[in-house]
């Protein structure tokens, strides 16, 4: 019902920046939540930030608070991760998912797009 696909992933130095983008179409409708979630290799998803489709609710990982902002365009159907200060830890493959309710667990998500990659350099 609902596609995702992110982009804005790349190679940067420690201490960079990137902004990350969600975009959903398909029937959205339902979907009212969208988060950032990341995978390492050999390492498990884990949880970066999500937003209320609707109104101005967010919430972050510990690891990423301070350096991190979601937000979102309604009338784009579309949510950005701005990633600052960017360390080496952060290097993963982040995915966009989307849901009826914000939960941290990643496999209670309705929706995942393909995943962008981000590389930060040491």
């Known amino acids: 019902q609902v596609q995702l696909v992110e982009s804005g992933g790349g190679l940067v130095q420690a201490g960079g920046s990137l902004r990350l983008s969600c975009a959903a179409s398909?029937?959205?409708?339902?979907?009212?939540?969208v988060a950032w979630f990341r995978q390492a290799p050999g390492k498990e998803r884990d949880f970066v930030a999500a937003i209320s489709w609707s109104d101005s609710r967010t919430y972050y990982a510990d690891s990423v608070k301070g350096r991190f902002t979601i937000s979102r365009d309604n009338r784009k159907n579309t949510v950005y991760l701005q990633m600052n200060s960017l360390k080496p830890e952060d290097t993963a493959l982040y995915y966009c998912?989307?849901?009826?309710?914000?939960?941290?667990?990643?496999?209670?998500?309705?929706?995942w797009g393909q995943g962008t990659q981000v590389t930060v350099s040491s």
């Open positions: 398909g029937r959205t409708g339902s979907t009212y939540a």
């Open positions: 998912a989307a849901g009826p309710y914000i939960v941290l667990v990643s496999n209670l998500w309705d929706y």
